[in-house]
């Protein structure tokens, strides 16, 4: 069975809600030669990590990734994190179940239940270097270690993590026409990014008197993103030639603590939960030409320093009662952003920028938010199940600075869940939800992008984006050959979030009223096994979403701005059998609508199509190594952009630019092990 990662099939052990469920022991893994819990996840056929969505506060549980049959408590880590601090040799088993047959209020469709056990003091390490052909530098940053382990009724896992470092870069050619169609300015253009965001982290689990358990989790990130481009620009009528010089400069910080505490009390279980984040994050943008004529230098400067809060205190009292699982949860969240920005013009005598205040980007947004949700599930036959969620939120929006205004909102919140397993092999899942978005406060406030001559005026009465979403997932197992999933997804918005008129000439973050957009994804694990090809496996992902609103600017019926409407992954690996060896190909493709403004049209993208390949060793030293060649199929960095005179569609053509950037191939060594 381990070599074709087949699950067994069991009952639920206990509650009230009867539900199959395929589990997955780490022997179905062994092919794979996992070093942690996240490595293992990934390897369950047909099943896709979901993140938890950007949610306001906690609320109910997003993520379809459980840690022993409970939701984290935390917003700062992703599940990667979580769970590559995890040993393997800790993970006892996976499930697999569908959340509305939980007793875990919002869960629906597939989720995965990670079942693990304190061990020993042991630790792991993963180190990927990246280096490109062209333009960037060297990538030696990557990498992760953590340990974890007991001691007597406390479990702990520690991590220094900086995954998300990366050196980006790509170069090549833009060409601006004007409004014949004639080429008047191109341009060599060259940028490098650099990122690195280390991140030290905790989790510590307590197994306190009775039933009691506690968890504790803190954070400390610092984040170094520096942007940097250099254009030679020539041919303009209207300037002379030049270089400009762009800069980007994000250099920021972040901590944050949480933890839970659960205990019996009366009939039920009581569960208080508490967060702490704060985040300090300067920017800073300048663009400077430099007159290749030798006349004096000028540019701009625009930066701001913002730093964000957020509290939440929430609790959750669970019991059984009416042959259901009923659960009331109550939650206070208070959030807030304050930012100083200036805008600044180049002195090229003293060499540097002159600044002054920038009122209309500089202010504060607050948001004090509470929302209670009584849910409650049980089964109604043997194989279909319930669960319901019905509540309100109330809050408190006020912003100071130029136009600030204080509002106050109360929303109903609510889901309803099914789900059906007629077979051991087929199940079915259908959710209706009312959800209200997270808003990002930095939209309240102007906001100046340099180099392509945008400016978002401030918007005081912005609202949070609300939405009926409608889901529905099938999943069939297909025994040895592998497994599917089908979902179709459908969103009934209101107050959509996108760029609005402001004024006569104006244009600002801001809501539309109303829009839609539906999506059927496709997740499928084929295993090569039954037809003699023992090893092999291909993992496939197709996304095909479309959209529509009615547009601000010229009231024609369109696509949400940059709105992913194709989506391709294709993974095949190769465990050699008898053997450490292993290889491997994978593609990706994806399409992008433009994105939208008063007078243009922007469509930014890559691809069209990213392919790797690799080979891996499982057991060099006790050791897995892998060597991967990323981009073979040449995927480039393209840019299409017309400029208007006045408002696009009801006015002249100004101008277009057409950007065509070489990115090249990527070398990533990857060697990860125990000790």
């Given amino acids: 069975m381990g070599d074709e990662t087949q699950p067994t ?33 990934l390897r369950v056929p047909g099943f896709a990590i979901k993140e938890s969505q950007e949610r306001r506060g906690l609320g109910q549980a997003t993520s379809n990734v459980l840690f022993n049959g409970a939701r984290p408590s935390n917003k700062s880590d992703d599940l990667e994190t979580q769970l590559t601090r995890i040993p393997a040799a800790n993970v006892e088993r996976i499930e697999i179940v569908d ?40 990538l030696y940053t990557r990498g992760n270690v953590s340990v974890s382990g007991s001691t007597g009724a406390l479990q702990y896992e520690v991590a220094l993590n900086n995954d998300e470092a990366r050196r980006s870069a790509a170069g090549g050619q833009t060409v601006i026409r004007g409004r014949s169609g004639d080429a008047i300015e191109r341009r060599e253009d060259v940028w490098t990014s650099n990122h690195d965001a280390p991140k030290i982290s905790g989790q ?27 254009s030679e620009r020539t041919g303009s009528p209207l300037y002379p030639d030049r270089l400009r010089r762009i800069s980007e400069d994000n250099d920021s910080w972040n901590y944050q603590f949480s933890g839970d505490f659960e205990f019996a009390a009366g009939p039920g279980r009581l569960k208080l939960i508490g967060l702490e984040r704060r985040s300090h994050e300067p920017y800073s943008s300048e663009v400077v030409d430099h007159p290749l004529d030798g006349r004096a230098a000028s540019g701009d400067r625009y930066a701001q320093v913002g730093t964000r809060d957020e509290t939440i205190a929430r609790g959750e009292y669970s019991w059984k009662m009416l042959g259901g699982d009923w659960q009331l ?50 089964p109604l036959a043997k194989s279909l199940s319930v669960q319901v969620a019905l509540g309100a939120e109330h809050s408190r929006i006020a912003q100071t600075g130029p136009a600030g205004i204080t509002r106050v909102f109360d929303r109903p919140k609510g889901s309803i869940s099914l789900a059906w397993k007629p077979t051991k092999n087929f199940d079915l899942s259908a959710k209706l939800e009312r959800r209200v978005l997270q808003l990002d406060f930095y939209d309240f406030l102007a906001r100046a992008f340099l180099d392509d001559n945008n400016q978002n005026a401030s918007n005081a009465d912005l609202r949070p984006q609300q939405d009926w979403s409608w889901t529905a997932e099938m999943n069939k197992r297909l025994g040895r050959w592998g497994s599917t999933k089908l979902e179709f997804i459908y969103r009934d918005v209101q107050d959509r979030v996108d760029i609005i008129p402001v004024g006569a000439t104006g244009e600002a973050v801001g ?36 959209s529509g609103l009615k547009d601000p600017f010229t009231g024609q019926t369109r696509n949400w ?45 890559e ?57 090249g191939p990527t070398f990533t060594y990857m060697v990860k092990g125990t000790f």
């Fill in 204 to 230: 510590f689990t307590w197994d306190g008197p009775g039933s009691s358990i506690a968890h504790f989790g803190a954070s400390y990130q610092q984040i170094w993103n520096h942007y940097r481009e250099r």
């Fill in 511 to 546: 809501n539309i009223d109303t829009a839609w957009a539906w999506a059927i994804v496709s997740t499928n694990t084929l295993n090569l096994d039954p037809i003699g090809w023992k090893g092999a496996r291909l993992d496939t992902s197709i996304v095909y979403q479309t």
């Fill in 99 to 138: 959340g509305a047959s939980l007793d875990i209020p919002g869960l629906s469709g597939q989720v995965a239940n990670l079942t693990y056990k304190a061990g020993r003091t042991s630790g792991q390490f993963e180190w990927r270097p990246v280096m490109r052909a062209h333009f960037a530098d060297e």
């Fill in 9 to 41: 099939i069991v009952d639920n052990p206990g509650g009230n809600r009867p539900a199959e469920r395929a589990v997955y022991t780490p022997a179905d893994f062994q092919r794979f030669a996992p070093r942690n819990a996240w490595d293992m996840l």
């Fill in 329 to 378: 949860a109550a939650e206070a969240a208070y959030n807030s952003l304050d930012n100083i920005a200036s805008l600044g013009t180049f002195d090229p005598i003293e060499g540097g920028f002159t600044s002054q205040p920038f009122p209309e980007a500089s202010g504060g947004v607050k948001e004090d938010r509470y929302e209670a949700i009584l849910s409650f599930g049980r």
């Fill in 607 to 663: 691809g069209p199509v990213f392919a790797s390949a690799f080979i891996e060793n499982k057991n060099v030293l006790g050791l897995t190594m892998r060597f991967t060649v990323g981009n073979m199929l040449n995927a480039r960095s393209r840019r299409e952009r017309t400029i208007y005179e006045g408002v696009r569609g009801a006015s002249p053509i100004l101008s277009t630019e057409s950007r065509d950037r070489l990115i």
């Fill in 561 to 605: 701005s940059e709105f992913v409407d194709w989506e391709f992954e294709g993974d095949f690996r190769y465990d050699v059998p008898a053997t450490s060896w292993a290889t491997g190909v994978s593609a990706s493709y994806m399409h992008q609508q433009a994105g939208y403004r008063r007078n243009q049209v922007d469509r930014i993208w």
